[in-house]
């Protein structure tokens, strides 16, 4: 079963303003993390944002958010003022604790394209 | 530069052939593991690491194997190169605390 859904296969967003990108996550290990990467078209893979499942906060770094709602299993990314080189692909990744410690799940991905 | 280092950034493998591609990382990190990215797919584990000489099995091993005699090193070996192994393969590595994944540049190899 699928582990993380990402339901938009491509966003559009205009330069300078805020775009948030879905990912809904199934697990029923208490503890878990929650990892938002970009994958530019170079193809590297970049860290964005973590979010540990007992956090209380909702992550941020810079202008990336995490809209952590546990309840519901989402985790969404949201990205405030949006720039050109935000156009990238977009993946989103659960780590399991415990006896799956090690291993990374993947949605498969959102393509951001930002335009002037 | 620390970080993963991944050999070769590009291979082209006749189907049947077999080769090793390297991944070492200088971070002194526990766990390492392999991912495959195919079209519309995102990343796909196919083997991980917790330690030198402890590894397990991803979702899609088949067609791979690895080990891992020191920390630094985990290499992934196609013994028979598939079509079906065509792919872009991303090493990454992180510790205990699983919140610094670091991920190699990445190799893209085709098998023809």
């Known amino acids: 079963a699928q582990k993380i859904t990402q339901t938009q296969p491509g966003m559009f967003v205009q330069e300078k303003e805020a775009v948030t990108l879905d990912c809904t996550y199934d697990?029923?290990?208490?503890?878990?993390?929650l990892f938002w990467y970009k994958q530019p078209s170079s193809g590297e893979m970049i860290f964005l944002i973590y979010?540990?499942?007992?956090?209380?906060q909702n992550a941020t770094e810079g202008r990336y958010s995490l809209n952590f709602q546990k309840a519901r299993k989402s985790a969404n990314l949201v990205i405030s003022a949006s720039q050109l080189g935000d156009s990238a692909m977009y993946f989103c990744?659960?780590?399991?604790?415990?006896?799956?410690?090690?291993?990374?799940?993947f949605g498969r991905g959102t393509q951001l394209t930002v335009w002037p | 530069n620390a970080g993963v280092t991944q050999t070769p950034k590009f291979q082209v493998l006749k189907t049947g052939q077999s080769m090793t591609l390297q991944c070492a990382q200088d971070?002194?990190?526990?766990?390492m593991s392999w991912y495959r990215q195919d079209p519309g797919m995102g990343l796909r584990l196919i083997h991980y690491?917790?330690?030198?000489?402890?590894?397990d099995q991803g979702e899609v091993p088949n067609g791979y194997n690895v080990s891992r005699s020191t920390t630094e090193d985990f290499p992934l070996r196609l013994l028979s190169a598939a079509p079906s192994q065509t792919s872009v393969y991303f090493c990454?590595?992180?510790?205990?605390?699983?919140?610094?994944?670091?991920f190699g540049s990445g190799t893209r190899l085709t098998v023809v």
């Open positions: 697990t029923s290990d208490p503890s878990y993390g």
């Open positions: 990744a659960m780590s399991d604790r415990g006896s799956t410690l090690g291993r990374l799940y």
């Open positions: 990454a590595s992180h510790t205990s605390t699983d919140y610094g994944y670091t």
């Open positions: 690491s917790v330690g030198a000489g402890i590894t």
């Open positions: 971070m002194n990190h526990e766990y």
């Open positions: 979010q540990g499942s007992y956090d209380q």
